[in-house]
């Protein structure tokens, strides 16, 4: 505002001086007398000064006249002149044009405009570090492979365009799938910008696909030491890395330097669970078992992971289950209060047989974070109590659909991976895996399959049969922390029965299904009920043989038996026609095909 203000008064300031000089001028009475060929010319100081103008105006043109003049004849010599450069800027004009339609057209993904374009911009423009990417990236829009391949190998040649012309080769490759060459150019585009994000990512990404465990670890120290990673990320991708170094030098078979990798895996990051393991299996086989307890003690306390306490089991894989459990204590202690420590001490009770300590130990995680491994434990714990088969078998139903709990889950993908890597199988996201419980995504279909209306078929009766009382034992150790397969479940019930003192020709429908699976309604038949024949045998002297009351000659039927044990033959009567008076009857058994009638005879006849 101020500097505007005074540009004005400046220009007034001029424009007053001019004015009071010629004002001054004009009152001066003094005149300019020029003699010329006999003619005097007077001229006021006004008169002069414009003379003098008009005489510097004229001076100029008669210069340029005289220089176009020249540079005519330089034309027609065959010289540069101001002619060709007038030519040369409305070429450099249309290029300009060219090239810049080109780059809208490359960024609105118009492939074909963009080459055309480019063919005409390296027409105008003699500039071919420009065109020539211009071109490159034309092709690459157009999906011409070859041409964008030929483009980049063309600025290879140019040290201005020679990192652009080695990363589009890099990403041709990576398009491909030729990560061994794109590793390649990747480590030459690196040498030639080291501070290039996008260059040290993919490399570092390259050397992991081609387990180049020592290059990545260089590179991500490189990355730390000019600020691209904090230190805490570093440290931790570090450890990643040297765990996998270590993985496959000890599967080489050199120990010591796997054991050192690990180790340092360990220190670096504590809850980085596999090197820990891995650490300590390799103080376990040097049998520093102090070490070993010290290291995974110290993961625990950060990370309780079923991975740790398995190999603090393997440090002394002998024990008792009591003496297991004092030794485990000390683990424990660490986090008492995680849930992974919780399980981990109501199966070691239930190993030790202690299953009213194991139930307490358990609380109430049952109710409160239902898992497969939870429930399992409550099964267990409750058939150890001497609980009814009803109860164990509900128990293990609602394992059936109840969480899977914690397992290794990616960050960004949500792929869940059955072991640890430090690359995700889907995303192929580094370090991304961490243990947590996935996200339940269950559909209605698979829900309803596994609803609250099949559990009285996975549970069945409070009274079991002799068969699957035996089927049901109890392991002989007491424990049960995993419930590798639930119990077979119970045939379906029938759907009617008759009642007691129905007569023999009553028929009832059962359902003929595989075990466990749901009947529907054209899956019922009806079929005879099994009977037993009660009525005492003939006496051999003769006599009339005793006969029971008419009641005790009802057929039994009382709930029908298995599908797999019933006979679709109705089962015929039998006229006992030998025996002592004292005999007992001859039951029929339902899980057997009666014989003929014919045999019948037989029988009667050799009595």
């Known amino acids: 505002m101020i ?54 105006v004229a001076a100029w043109l008669v210069l340029r006249l005289l220089g176009l003049a020249l540079a005519f004849l330089r034309f027609l010599a065959g010289d540069e002149t101001a002619i060709n450069r007038y030519f040369a800027r409305s070429r450099e004009r249309k290029g300009y044009e060219a090239l810049g339609e080109g780059m809208l057209a490359v960024a609105s993904g118009e492939g074909k405009l963009a080459q055309d374009k480019a063919a005409k911009a390296r027409k105008y423009l003699d500039m071919p570090h420009v065109t020539n990417v211009l071109a490159a990236q034309a092709a690459e829009v157009a999906g011409d492979r070859s041409q964008a391949e030929a483009a980049y190998r063309t600025l290879l040649e140019d040290d201005r365009t020679r990192f652009v012309g080695v990363r589009g080769l890099m990403r041709q490759k990576l398009d491909a799938g030729d990560t061994a060459t794109a590793l390649l150019l990747a480590q030459k585009a690196y040498a030639l910008k080291p501070r290039h994000k996008e260059i040290q990512d993919t490399l570092l990404e390259l050397e992991m696909r081609e387990h180049d465990w020592k290059g990545a670890r260089k590179l991500l120290k490189e990355k730390s030491r000019q600020g691209e990673l904090p230190k805490d990320v570093h440290l931790r991708r570090d450890a990643v890395l040297a765990l996998q170094e270590a993985s496959e030098v000890l599967a080489s078979g050199n120990s010591i330097s796997a054991r050192e990798a690990a180790i340092s895996a360990a220190k670096a990051s504590p809850d980085l669970i596999p090197a820990a393991v891995l650490a300590a299996q390799s103080y376990t086989e040097a049998k520093d078992y102090r070490n070993a307890s010290r290291i995974l003690e110290k993961t625990w306390s950060v990370r309780p992971h079923p991975d740790i306490a398995a190999a603090y089991a393997a440090i002394v894989p002998d024990e008792t289950p009591n003496a297991r459990l004092t030794r485990f204590e000390r683990l424990i202690g660490k986090n008492p209060s995680d849930e992974e420590s919780r399980l981990l001490k109501a199966e070691l009770l239930l190993a030790a047989e202690d299953f009213p300590g194991a139930r307490r130990a358990l609380g109430d995680l049952a109710q409160s974070h239902p898992t497969v491994r939870t429930l399992s434990i409550m099964a267990a714990v409750e058939r150890g109590e001497g609980a009814d088969d009803s109860v164990v078998r509900g128990w293990l139903a609602k394992a059936l659909t109840a969480s899977r709990g914690p397992q290794w889950v990616c960050d960004t993908c949500h792929n869940v991976m059955a072991d640890w890597g430090p690359v995700c199988d889907s995303c192929g996201g580094f370090d991304t895996l961490s243990w947590r419980e996935p996200e339940m995504r269950r559909s209605a279909a698979t829900a309803g399959t596994a609803g609250p209306e099949m559990l009285p078929l996975l549970v069945g009766s409070p009274a079991t049969t002799p068969d699957a009382a035996a089927a049901d034992a109890p392991p002989a150790d007491g424990a049960a922390t995993d419930a590798a397969a639930a119990p077979a479940p119970a045939a379906p ?58 009641d005790s000659a009802a057929p039994l039927a009382g709930t029908p038996v298995p599908d797999r044990a019933v006979s679709r033959k109705p089962v015929p009567d039998r006229t006992a026609t030998a025996g002592t008076a004292d005999a007992e009857p001859v039951p029929v058994r339902p899980d057997v095909e009666p014989p003929s009638e014919g045999a019948w005879q037989g029988d009667r006849a050799r009595g």
């Open 3 to 56: 500097l505007s203000l005074l540009k004005i008064l400046f220009f007034f300031a001029v424009v007053l001086a001019i004015a009071l000089g010629a004002v001054q001028l004009s009152e001066t009475g003094q005149t300019l007398r020029l003699e010329y060929g006999g003619t005097e010319y007077v001229l006021t100081p006004v008169k002069a000064l414009v003379a003098l103008l008009v005489l510097m």
């Open 493 to 550: 019930a029938a759907r009617t029965a008759p009642p007691a003192d129905s007569p023999r020709s009553t028929r009832i429908e059962i359902a003929d299904v595989a075990p466990g699976m749901v009947p529907r309604e054209q899956d019922f038949v009806e079929i005879e009920p099994a009977t037993t024949d009660t009525s005492p045998e003939r006496p051999v002297d003769g006599s009339r043989a005793r006969t029971a009351p008419p």
